[in-house]
């Protein structure tokens, strides 16, 4: 059994920056893609980011493109996503998860392991 545990989360001003991290342990991930997802309260929750197992591609939801970077050291069994010039609408808890396939994919029914979620709250 695969355990994902997101760290990083706090509150910050609009403007400022966060990064996440995911810790893997339990067993090893395997080749599946991975990526991470945002829940706002009272909204479904939604793709932010996603990466290959190798980290050589990624793909990303068009509300962060060109602010938030995702990545992965598989060396270290860990999940990274830098956000830079957050949003009041970038607030939310951040889920990392792991998906069943090998390409990177936006949908909820392909993940199957996630963490327990961090919160991210950015003031006006």
């Known amino acids: 059994q695969v355990q994902l545990v997101e760290s990083g989360g706090g509150l910050v001003q609009a403007g400022g920056s966060l990064r996440l991290s995911c810790a893997a342990s339990?067993?090893?991930?395997?080749?599946?893609?991975m990526g991470w997802f945002r829940q706002a309260p009272g909204k479904e929750r939604e793709f932010v980011a996603g990466?290959?197992?190798?980290?050589?591609?990624?793909r990303y939801a068009d509300s962060v493109k060109g602010r938030f970077t995702i990545s992965r050291d598989n060396a270290k069994t860990t999940l990274n996503l830098q956000m830079n010039t957050l949003k009041p609408e970038d607030t939310a808890v951040y889920y990392c998860?792991?998906?069943?396939?090998?390409?990177?994919?936006?949908?909820?029914?392909?993940?199957?392991?996630w963490g327990r979620g961090t919160q991210v709250t950015v003031s006006s």
């Open positions: 998860a792991r998906s069943t396939v090998v390409a990177i994919t936006t949908n909820l029914w392909e993940y199957d392991y």
């Open positions: 339990g067993r090893t991930i395997s080749w599946n893609s």
């Open positions: 990466i290959t197992w190798s980290g050589d591609r990624t």
